[in-house]
């Protein structure tokens, strides 16, 4: 039995080619767009669980509660880890870790590079799994002169893991480590991308802030006993802090939660003081986007299958006269179907291989094709009898419920509920394309607002150069050469890059504040010139100036600010930063630090050109970028010869703020393609049939006179009539999803009606391109030979 | 053989019954061969179908072989017809998709017969029928009447005690018409009973026993 449904299904398939084309092609198409993101979705869902003791190792992240709202966030206390190792008996291990992965300057012999990397306590390699090749992981961090390197960085130093072992390494040039530990590359699911670890002690020995309770920086890992609650130590550890922070009261209370650390990666963003999602947003927006495209791809192959059911109603009449029941020919039909999406499968496998390299690129990812994997294979055949079940179900039901003996006398008509099914589906098909069209015009609009918006600093023709090394004490020497050298108009410093102020404080005071109010001020210092050289401008006030001496105890405030504030001429007024006494000089129109993403927040900037660490800012005359280059890394050289010189765009690291958002447009505008071609293709399978089904008509119509233009609208003007409605539709769903979209950015564009407007005359042109060959071809057609096949 | 009793088919058409068939009794024997006559729209094939289960009858009884065809359910009709009954159709309506082998083959198929079995049945009837060398032709290669052989060679294949023909040579030419015809007179000396229905005194001749039908009606 099985071989005749085989037999007959290939003889079909070969005999109408373009359908069997439209079906694999079109089936094909969805399956690898859907494979890519099942591929994608894995990938993001294996970020960092490979850890031997994953179920074990947790993050404990604040919640703070002050100034009337509730803020979560990772960053904790430096002496935190060892306090909880100490006195809660289920933390078996635990260990600092600073997020700040940033390039630090290493120098062995000859050779001075940077790598990037981190701190991070003795626990480290004893609660991960990161595979050590050289060193032992119980001490490996523990010698506060021993640090951890990788293979590439061991190799590119010392020529070999063997021989990096036990040699001494120059960290930015004023501390020398010695190589305790050679671990692996991390591998490509494993999202931290450090390649030195260097012992908490040396991190606390340059930063003494750590040593308070009151300073929040690192991030606290912990492993809990194997048999400890996760729930019952989250609970215990809630009021930790309130033993160790002496600022806390009922003004301003943190409590400490658990997350388990491999979470970290797909729900690191918080609302009101909870886990709110991340990265997994993405995996389920996209997940839902490929259903829906497989699903698209499955429409065309049932409505293909019922459309040109008619041709198959002879041999399903016979079947019936000769004995089939009608189990039989489900089976049958869904067997031809499953054996379409199974030609379609290995299709879609090929296109895979091809295009994964691709994908890669686009979505920044090192996914591999997983030949080895079973559950790969497994879930391709699961794909494949789904799809094949999906597509082949109604066909099948729709055609084995045909009474044999209408279909043999040639009585039998289809009734209107089939025609009404198929525009139906053709309707939900073209109303899914739209709202993907919809999607990719607003993100990318949103993308080009959020680059193109006036930042209230010029980021343009803005280069950072690193304070390191002799910079940290040449700084002025360093720009008085720099204003002198040809293509530099103007050059500051500030300890946080405007790209990224994140330093916040409830330092800071002022006349009329209630003492007991906690009040958070992102906070920044910068050198003489910054206002100029970022090109911000002011409300009222100065920028700091060398002609006033006490201006090292003055401040620059935002706009923001000055309304939590809430003086009235506040130019003069006395405001207290850290115990620091000193008057408002100055109040900056808002300007946006760090991303869209965010509001605005009050902001105070003091004058220091001394802190050991931040961005030199250079303003460069537009056009002479290289030249004004080339003169600062002369510059660098002569001042600063034993770091290699470096520098960063603004502009470029705005972008990267919107890495996440870019990879979504990107991935939307293919699966927007994706979708509408598949879409089209279906369509175009209709026109065909309907072409062939009307060729009486059309040839009698002809007989009698129409001209070719009325037979064009004739046969156009149903498929458009579908995809207007799909439009109607659509408008709204889209417009409720992407406003729903555009809720993660503080600063957003409204939802243009122009967006619609263009998704809809976009799939009403491609749709009417390709229904119009086939409908000029029919109209085209000889009404005779037509008319004698009768 | 089979016994209809009052059996009456109508369609409601405009809220008006429109009669098909109107009360007809008859009885047919094993062995026989009946031809049934009349004029277009007499109901001659829809009679045909009723028989044959492919159709319902609107009210009256059926018993075919010892069961009340109407008190039967879906399943065991197509069982009862799959076992007992072969068809042929004046347009012959085999599978295109299929060589002549496999369209005999189908039936025996939704028997669940074995492919061993199988195989030396289809030779079998093959070899009667002289079509051993079309064998792996398709319908469309072959002529009318030989695609009519491979009908009746099908309808033969699961040895049915009634052949079912509607106006089995309507299609063919006047001497492929009579092979046809010789070939049913011999089936029905072989002991296979035979309802056909014709439009041709010269065809309805081969048969035992002529029933004619005139709007619904059978005609005394």
Redesign the interface.
């Given at each position: 039995?099985l071989k005749?449904y085989l037999?007959?299904a290939f003889?079909?398939l070969k005999?109408n080619k373009a359908f069997s084309f439209i079906n694999i092609f079109g089936l094909a198409l969805g399956m690898v767009c859907s494979l890519l993101i099942m591929l994608w979705v894995l990938d993001e869902k294996s970020m960092d669980t490979w850890h031997a003791n994953d179920s074990r190792l947790f993050v404990v992240y604040e919640q703070q509660t002050y100034d009337g709202k509730v803020e979560a966030g990772y960053y904790t206390p430096g002496l935190l880890y060892q306090e909880l190792k100490k006195n809660i008996p289920e933390v078996e291990m635990a260990t600092g870790f600073n997020p700040g992965t940033d390039n630090a300057t290493f120098e062995a012999g000859e050779k001075i590079m940077k790598v990037k990397g981190t701190f991070t306590g003795a626990d480290f390699f004893r609660m991960f799994s990161y595979p050590l090749l050289k060193g032992d992981r119980n001490t490996v961090l523990k010698d506060p002169s021993g640090m951890a390197i990788s293979r590439s960085m061991a190799n590119n130093f010392f020529g070999s893991p063997d021989s990096a072992i036990g040699k001494t390494i120059r960290f930015e040039n004023k501390s020398v480590f010695t190589v305790a530990g050679v671990f692996e590359d991390l591998p490509n699911n494993d999202s931290r991308r450090f390649q030195y670890l260097i012992n908490w002690e040396a991190y606390v020995k340059e930063n003494q802030w750590l040593t308070e309770w009151g300073n929040n920086g690192p991030h606290t890992y912990i492993m809990l006993r194997a048999d400890a609650n996760p729930a019952l130590v989250e609970k215990k550890i809630a009021k930790f802090l309130d033993n160790y922070n002496k600022y806390l009261d009922a003004n301003f209370k943190i409590e400490l939660h658990l997350q388990k650390w491999s979470d970290m990666y797909l729900h690191s963003n918080f609302k009101n003081g909870k886990i709110a999602g991340g990265r997994i947003e993405y995996t389920h927006i996209f997940s839902v986007v490929a259903i829906f495209i497989l699903l698209i791809a499955c429409i065309n192959f049932m409505n293909l299958a019922t459309a040109r059911s008619m041709k198959r109603a002879?041999?399903i009449?016979?079947?019936k006269?000769?004995?089939?029941?009608?189990s039989?020919l489900i089976r049958q039909f869904i067997g031809e179907a499953i054996l379409i999406s199974f030609f379609a499968v290995l299709l879609a496998i090929l296109f895979l291989a091809l295009l994964l390299p691709a994908f890669n690129l686009l979505t920044n990812k090192q996914i591999e094709f997983p030949f080895r994997s079973w559950t790969f294979w497994l879930s391709l055949a699961g794909l494949v009898i789904i799809t094949g079940f999906i597509a082949g179900s109604y066909p099948a039901l729709f055609l084995s419920s045909f009474r044999?003996?209408a279909v043999?006398?040639g009585t039998l008509r289809l009734s209107p509920t089939s025609a009404s099914l198929r525009k139906g589906l053709v309707v939900f098909q073209f109303m899914l394309s739209i709202i993907l069209i919809v999607g990719t015009i607003v993100v990318s609009e949103q993308i080009k607002y959020v680059q193109t918006k006036n930042l209230g600093y010029n980021k343009e023709n803005l280069i950072y150069i690193p304070v390191e090394g002799d910079l940290t004490t040449k700084y002025t020497l360093f720009k008085q050469q720099a204003l002198k050298t040809p293509g530099i108009q103007l050059v500051s410093r500030t300890n946080q890059a405007p790209t990224r102020i994140e330093n916040s404080t409830f330092g800071v005071k002022w006349d009329g504040k209630d003492p007991n109010a906690r009040i958070a001020f992102t906070q920044v210092s910068v050198g003489y010139d910054y206002a100029k050289t970022l090109k911000l401008s002011f409300k009222e006030g100065r920028d700091f100036s060398l002609d006033f001496p006490t201006d090292s105890t003055n401040y620059l405030i935002n706009e923001q600010a000055l309304k939590r504030i809430g003086y009235k001429d506040p130019v003069g007024k006395p405001l207290t930063f850290w115990e620091k006494k000193g008057t408002i000089v100055g109040v900056l129109k808002d300007f946006h630090v760090n991303s869209m993403h965010a509001p605005i927040v009050p902001l105070v900037i003091r004058l220091s050109e001394t802190d050991p660490w931040g961005s030199i800012l250079v303003r460069t005359d537009p056009g002479k970028t290289q030249l004004a280059l080339t003169g600062i890394e002369k510059l660098c050289k002569e001042l600063n010869p034993k770091f290699p010189f470096t520098y960063q765009f603004a502009d470029q690291e705005y972008q990267k703020l919107y890495s996440e958002e870019k990879t979504v447009e990107k991935l939307s505008d293919c699966f927007a393609v994706l979708a509408i071609v598949i879409s089209c293709l279906g369509l175009l399978g209709l026109a065909m049939f309907t072409a062939e089904q009307r060729t009486r008509e059309i040839g009698i119509r002809k007989v009698l006179g129409a001209s070719i233009q009325s037979l064009f609208a004739l046969l156009s003007k149903d498929f458009l009539k579908l995809v207007l409605v799909a439009f109607l539709i659509a408008c709204p769903l889209a417009w409720w999803i992407m406003r729903g979209w555009l809720q993660n950015f503080e600063y957003r564009i409204p939802v243009s009606w122009w967006a619609f407007a263009l998704a809809g005359v976009a799939a009403l042109m491609i749709a009417l391109c390709t229904i119009s060959f086939q409908a000029i071809k029919a109209a085209l057609a000889n009404p005779v030979k037509s008319l004698r096949t009768e | 053989m089979l016994e209809l009793k009052h059996i009456s088919k109508w369609y409601n058409v405009g809220g008006k019954p429109t009669f098909i068939l109107k009360d007809i009794n008859l009885k047919i024997n094993d062995g026989e061969f009946v031809s049934i006559m009349g004029p277009s729209g007499s109901g001659k094939s829809t009679l045909l179908h009723i028989i044959g289960m492919l159709d319902d009858a609107s009210e009256g009884e059926y018993n075919f072989m010892d069961q009340a065809v109407h008190t039967l359910r879906e399943k065991q009709r197509s069982q009862l017809y799959k076992q007992h009954i072969g068809f042929v159709f004046q347009a012959y309506h085999l599978i295109d998709e299929l060589t002549v082998y496999e369209n005999i083959e189908t039936p025996l198929i939704y028997q669940n017969i074995k492919s061993s079995e199988r195989k030396a049945m289809v030779a079998d009837i093959l070899d009667r029928f002289q079509i051993v060398g079309k064998k792996d032709l398709f319908p469309t290669q072959l002529s009318g009447g030989q695609q009519q052989l491979v009908g009746i060679a099908r309808a033969l294949i699961a040895k049915p005690r009634l052949l079912l023909a509607d106006e089995p040579t309507g299609n063919l030419n006047s001497r492929q018409g009579e092979e046809i015809m010789d070939l049913f007179k011999q089936l029905n000396k072989d002991g296979v009973t035979i309802i056909q229905v014709t439009h041709s005194e010269k065809n309805a001749g081969y048969g035992s026993h002529i029933i004619n039908l005139l709007d619904g009606r059978v005609e005394q």
């Open positions: 039995m005749n037999i007959v003889r079909n005999r002879k041999e009449g016979v079947r006269v000769v004995g089939a029941v009608r039989s044999p003996i043999l006398k | -």
